[in-house]
């Protein structure tokens, strides 16, 4: 309990400081006249009026966060911050349930981008514009914003951030503040996601669809204003516009950071994660594209190139665009883009999976296994980037990979159990632990997750959150230990 109240002054400052990221939609439904101001108005005051009862109450337990209170303050800041997202979408849009309600945000909020929701071409464009903010947001994180504005308060951040950030080495240090590298990696984002939406308008969408898929394009969530995804305009310049900057979202935003401070492109070339990211990524474009000209899905190579580029690259980068129905291609391709987004997007990136990172090491582990079988008194070390890597961070991971398997088995088993085809409920359970989006069969790009119970909607919904917070962050909190003084 004294853990719970140490976070609830947080919290509130937290809940008073994004409840001011109201203001962009209201301004939306006012220029647009959609009606939904009220809502906005009113979800903003809930929200402000929230944060003050939690600080107000609570300011005086106020101290030094422990690692313990960090995880829970991620953890209550991601599940309450989605619940009292949820407002808008429930006063404006008429028999939506709180379930479906929450999903959405959460979806937005973990940069999932799956959807309850259709008939989007006709929905106010506020809600619209909430939806991809919220992708936006959640993109870097609400934690690491707060990071900046926390310690202003006289409230200490590195153990959030150590909770936050990405990737099996959160002790790497950008700068020597914490508060100073939040800050740069947020510039950077900011940066990149102006000259994202400049790009958009330039290829041809409004700049009202422009400033929107920047958001989701940036968060890697795969939002639209549009049930038709980028098949809405059936561009090859705006579908490029979208891979290039996919792809720049799905690398270390750490290594832009570095790359813009020092102007040079000497941290890309030191990246040990990028050459792989953009690699595999690259080549499984042209042997997908191969696959569906011979399987005779596409007449020529040209459309087979510019669909799979499209396609594979928005689910490799777990975004979640769709410019055409891949789930009617041959299975293959489509589970082929399923396990890129397990692994391909960058540590410290908005994509989602277990991060190439991760995949390195697994590789290199095995590597090192295979090589002691032939000389077990051999003494080997795992390098990356030319940095050791220490046993504790191979066996962190090795326990992450087995929470990781385990929980997709788990809950798929629970989504057959339920009632749910073996595929829907396989592909559902990946892209939601992967925040990746769309999945196969009844989740496919071209249909929505409102063919889901509301039992397999909190279950997609919980598998988002643990996916997003990185597995052991969430599920530590059900431990026993955790709770132990």
Known sequence: MSTVLTVFPILGLIAMVMSLSHLLPLGVSLAHGDGAAAAFAVSMAVNFAAGCAMWLTTRRRRRELTARDG??????????GAAFATLPLLLVIPGLSFTDAYFETVSGLTTTGATVLSNLDAMEPSINFWRCLLVWLGGMGLIVLAVAILPLLGIGGRQIFRA?????????????????????????????????????????????????????????????????????????????????????????FGTHFLALRTRSAAPYRADPELGWCIGIMLGSCVVIALYLLLQGTYPDFKSALRYASFNVISIATTTGYANTDFNLWPVFAPMWMLFLSSFASCSGSTGGGIKMIRAQLLYLQVYREFIKLLHPSSAITTRIGGQVIENKILFSVLAFLFIYVASIVVMTLLMMASGLDELT???????SINNMGPGLNKVGPATTYAVLSDFQTWVCTFAMLIGRLELFTMLIIFTPVFWRK
């Open 425 to 431: 409920s396989f592909t559902a359970v990946v892209a």
């Open 71 to 80: 995880i829970l303050l991620v953890v209550l800041a991601w599940c309450g």
């Open 164 to 252: 936050e950030t990405p990737g099996p080495m959160k002790d790497a240090k950008l700068t020597p503040r914490i508060t100073e590298t939040a800050k740069g990696l947020w510039v950077v984002y900011a940066l990149i996601s102006v000259a994202c939406v400049v790009a958009y308008r330039l290829a041809g969408m409004t700049w009202f669809d422009a400033v929107l898929h920047m958001f989701s394009t940036m968060g890697l969530g795969g939002f639209s204003s549009h049930d038709a995804s980028f098949g809405y305009w059936d561009s090859p310049a705006i579908e490029a516009v979208a891979i290039v900057f996919m792809l720049i979202a799905s690398v270390n």
